[in-house]
T-cell receptor
Framework: SAVISQKPSRDICQRGTSLTIQCQVD?????MFWYRQQPGQSLTLIAT?????????ESGFVIDKFPISRPNLTFSTLTVSNMSPEDSSIYLC????????????FGPGTRLTVL | AQSVTQLGSHVSVSEGALVLLRCNYS??????LFWYVQYPNQGLQLLLK??????LVKGINGFEAEFKKSETSFHLTKPSAHMSDAAEYFC???????????FGQGTTLQVKP
């Protein structure tokens, strides 16, 4: 399995500010994914981050609110912009497995609280 | 469109009892199905996956799941619950071959002494 780290692990932010979350993988992967888990809820895919191309966003998520960077095959960032309390969630990145593309592994998540 | 439904948002069992967490899927193509576990304040850990090989899939920590096409189900079981199994469990289906996962609403498993 891939080893995935995320920074920060948690943060408390003021409304109107932005936070950038980093995701680092210990091996090169083609696809990285960003998910949101709102309090007491399941996970929802925000976008797919591919190296060398624009991120692909799911319905209900837009680039202006959640800009994503993917500068290389082991790293990605997700920015939560102009935050409001409704953005309080756990944000998780995931990557495909090394041996099977139909397998995904998740980072530990970033717990964001917006006041 | 593919979807996943987990029946029962909360399941409570006694330690040593059978664990059964239910998952039904909807898919027009042969699905890739997964069970993940999330312990408090942690990320998701893959328990097991179905990828069209054996219909009975064995995973980590003594869990297994059986793919039943006729019932469109992928229920998760464990013969004997341990206190350490208390967590949130998510069933997920992969959207085609895209790598994108669609998650069920999750089931909280409580294990009583």
């Amino acid at each position: 399995s891939a080893v995935i780290s995320q920074k920060p692990s948690r943060d408390i932010c003021q409304r109107g500010t932005s936070l950038t979350i980093q995701c680092q993988v210990d091996s090169q992967v083609t696809m990285m994914f960003w998910y949101r888990q709102q309090p007491g809820q399941s996970l929802t895919l925000i976008a797919t981050a591919n190296q060398g191309s624009e991120a692909t966003y799911e319905s209900g998520f837009v680039i202006d609110k959640f800009p994503i960077s993917r500068p290389n095959l082991t790293f990605s960032t997700l920015t939560v912009s102009n935050m409001s309390p409704e953005d309080s969630s756990i944000y998780l990145c995931s990557v495909e497995g090394r041996e099977a593309y139909n397998e995904q592994f998740f980072g530990p998540g970033t717990r964001l609280t917006v006041l | 469109a593919q979807s996943v439904t987990q029946l029962g948002s909360h399941v409570s069992v006694s330690e040593g009892a059978l664990v059964l967490l239910r998952c039904n899927y909807s898919s027009s193509v042969p699905p890739y199905l997964f069970w993940y576990v999330q312990y408090p304040n942690q990320g998701l850990q893959l328990l097991l996956k179905y990828t069209s090989a054996a219909t009975l899939v064995k995973g980590i920590n003594g869990f297994e799941a059986e793919f039943k096409k006729s019932e469109t189900s992928f229920h998760l079981t464990k013969p004997s619950a341990h206190m350490s199994d208390a967590a949130e469990y998510f069933c997920a289906v992969m959207r085609g071959n895209t790598g994108k996962l669609i998650f069920g609403q999750g089931t909280t498993l409580q294990v009583k002494p």
